[in-house]
């Protein structure tokens, strides 16, 4: 599986946006999907589920830090089935994210903070070039609040940019497998 980074999809409910926003990154891969099986719930199950471990260790160090400063944390750990049971509705919360928005395509996830906000966009759209692949991006956008935002940031952001990759390749692989039974 390529993951690629690519430019906010025009499609997305974001990209109206996108100008008011201090940080964005996108990053796209394709999933076959012959018998057009995969749905937006099926993508953000499998992006949502618990990572590798090296993830889960950073995160819970995260949390750890952060809960000093007063800034969020999830109040429970995110597991394989306890996202099944979720409809992903707005307003919804899924370990450290609320749902914000929702298309038959599109998740809107994230979070405001006293330091920053943040917003992610799943987004499932079919190839422009093969109607047996889909296309999966994973947009985030970034506003802060003050100083301290950017100061939270800085050392967040490369991390940031592997755990997104890195989430895409599994949830990818995950869609392809499923999509196959």
């Known amino acids: 599986m390529e993951i690629a980074k690519t ?3 025009e499609s ?3 990209y109206p946006d996108r100008n008011h926003y201090h940080y964005i990154d996108s990053y796209e891969g394709a999933v076959k999907d012959k018998n057009n099986m995969i749905g937006i719930d099926d993508v953000a199950k499998a992006f949502l589920k618990p990572g590798p471990k090296w993830v889960d260790t950073l995160f819970t160090f995260r949390n750890k830090i952060v809960s000093l400063f007063g800034l969020k944390t999830p109040n429970e750990r995110m597991d394989a089935k306890r ?4 409809k992903f509705e707005p307003g919804e ?3 450290l994210f609320k749902i914000f928005s929702r298309t038959t395509n599109e998740l809107i996830l994230g979070e405001d903070d006293n330091h920053l906000n943040f917003r ?3 987004l499932l759209e079919e190839s422009k070039n093969n109607t047996s692949t889909k296309i999966v991006t994973v947009t985030t956008l970034v506003i802060y609040n003050n100083w301290f935002g950017r100061l939270y940031f800085f050392p967040v952001k490369p991390f940031h940019k592997l755990i997104v990759q890195s989430g895409l390749k599994i949830s990818l692989q995950e869609l392809e497998i499923n999509a196959q039974k």
């Open 7 to 9: 430019k906010i999809p």
């Open 12 to 14: 997305s409910l974001l």
């Open 83 to 86: 996202l099944d049971s979720f």
């Open 93 to 95: 919360r899924v370990g």
């Open 120 to 122: 992610v966009s799943l």
